[in-house]
């Protein structure tokens, strides 16, 4: 099946720090979604992108499919966006039917 | 509201004894899943249904058991041949089954 690789494996700020996370994906897929895992464990849709880039306040994120990576930017972090940070891909055969193969995630803790 | 809510949030069972845990949508969805996590690690899925009175088996179906006779309710029975059950279950869903996956709260399961 995919196999699905995030970095870093944890990220330390400071409030207002700019940041990168990246995932690679074995194969090609036809969709890739970003969630955040808050300190309670509820998974947070952030996008829905299987290519190009979209915007959503201070996140973005750009798939490049072509070269099997998504990246997801957070600008001007602030303390509530610490979590775990995961992103997700279709197994193989392209079909998404939810059968998501999740990253390993990033932890990601933004001091104040 | 809209959502997908998943009871109890926090269980704990004796060793040897079945647990069901509850999943209900009021999305209107089609496919519905089960994810189980563990401490520090991504998603893995149990089973999912893309119809009433349908599912198929995940990558870790072994010890589950599921059903799906209404559109709105996929409840997840932890049995007792699951050897090791102590986990995060996340239930979720998406409107056809290759749309974005919303996921419920969670239920945390703890077999002493």
């Known amino acids: 099946g995919i196999q699905v690789e995030q970095s870093p494996p944890d990220l330390i700020l400071q409030e207002g720090a700019n940041s990168t996370l990246r995932c690679n994906f074995s194969d090609s897929v036809n969709n890739l979604q970003w969630f955040h895992q808050n300190p309670w464990g509820q998974l947070i849709n952030l996008f829905y992108?299987?290519?190009g880039t979209k915007q959503n306040g201070r996140l973005s994120a750009t798939t490049v499919a072509t070269e099997r990576y998504s990246l997801l930017y957070i600008s001007s972090s602030q303390t509530t966006d610490s979590g775990v940070y995961f992103c997700?891909?279709?197994?193989?055969?392209?079909?998404?039917?939810?059968?998501?193969?999740f990253g390993q995630g990033t932890i990601l803790t933004v001091h104040p | 509201d809209g959502g997908i809510t998943q009871s109890p949030k926090y269980l704990f069972r004796k060793e040897g004894q079945n647990v069901t845990l509850s999943c209900e949508q009021n999305l209107n969805h089609d496919a519905m899943y089960w994810y189980r996590q563990d401490p520090g690690q991504g998603l893995r899925l149990i089973y999912y249904s893309q119809i009433v009175n349908d599912f198929q088996k995940g990558d870790i179906a072994e010890g589950y058991s599921v059903s799906r006779e209404k559109k709105e309710s996929f409840p997840l029975t932890v049995t007792s041949a699951q050897k090791n059950p102590t986990a995060f279950y996340l239930c979720a869903s998406s409107m056809t089954g290759i749309e974005e996956l919303f996921f419920g709260e969670g239920s945390r399961l703890t077999v002493l």
């Open positions: 992108i299987p290519s």
């Open positions: 997700a891909a279709p197994n193989a055969g392209g079909t998404s039917y939810g059968k998501l193969t």
